[in-house]
T-cell receptor, first 114, second 113 residues
């Protein structure tokens, strides 16, 4: 079955460490998105990409980086510059254009700083 | 620019009671509207969507939402809730012809016995 897979489900980071969250989809979607979710703050867009080798900053891109070398994959790196990285991270994907599809979401990665 | 307002951050309700989760949007063009549900520690799942045609749309688990263009609203309703409906619900909008969604901040539905 087609879907979008995020791994790992839980991730622990030490202070000063970079960590990478994986997002893979087999839906043949062009666009992929990364959101951060904190209690009571809804979904905040970090980065998005609508085509391979191109991506755009969202509302809270500072301290994060992404790459889009393959259509299926959109990994997110949380760098040491992100001062408060503890949160639930969601990846989503959709077809470009039209707008009627909505997003398909992964099951999320919970990142905790220890 | 688009925006979505979910008027209630939390809605407590007793089991078998009716519920309405409110959603208002602003956009200068035609829109598509969506409701998503998120259970604890999971991703968002599409509950229902309005694209065109009948303004009343239904989900398979008894929720319905009505598109009201004049009031720019897309409220979600269920006539009788179950404990298992406890979750966070997100309203979202996209402009017709564009794939990017704008989300509301979510409404936590708390169903108690």
């Amino acid at each position: 079955d087609g879907g979008i897979t995020q791994s790992p489900k839980y991730l622990f980071r030490k202070e000063g460490q970079n960590v990478t969250l994986s997002c893979e989809q087999n839906l043949n979607h062009d666009a992929m998105y990364w959101y951060r979710q904190d209690p009571g703050q809804g979904l905040r867009l970090i980065y998005y990409s609508q085509i391979v080798n191109d991506f755009q900053k969202g509302d809270i891109a500072e301290g994060y980086s992404v790459s889009r070398e393959k259509k299926e994959s959109f990994p997110l790196t949380v760098t040491s510059a992100q001062k408060n990285p503890t949160a639930f991270y969601l990846c989503a994907s959709t077809h470009v254009g039209g707008g009627s599809y909505g997003y398909t979401f992964g099951s999320g990665t919970r990142l905790t700083v220890v | 620019a688009q925006s979505v307002t979910q008027l209630d951050s939390q809605v407590p309700v007793f089991e078998e009671a009716p519920v309405e989760l409110r959603c208002n949007y602003s956009s200068s063009v035609s829109v598509y509207l969506f409701w998503y549900v998120q259970y604890p520690n999971q991703g968002l799942q599409l509950l229902l969507k309005y694209l065109s045609g009948s303004t009343l749309v239904e989900s398979i688990n008894g929720f319905e939402a009505e598109f009201n263009k004049s009031q720019t609203s897309f409220h979600l309703r269920k006539p009788s809730v179950h404990i298992s409906d406890t979750a966070e619900y997100f309203c979202a909008v996209s402009d017709v012809g564009y794939s990017t969604l704008t989300f509301g901040k979510g409404t936590m539905l708390l169903v108690s016995p």
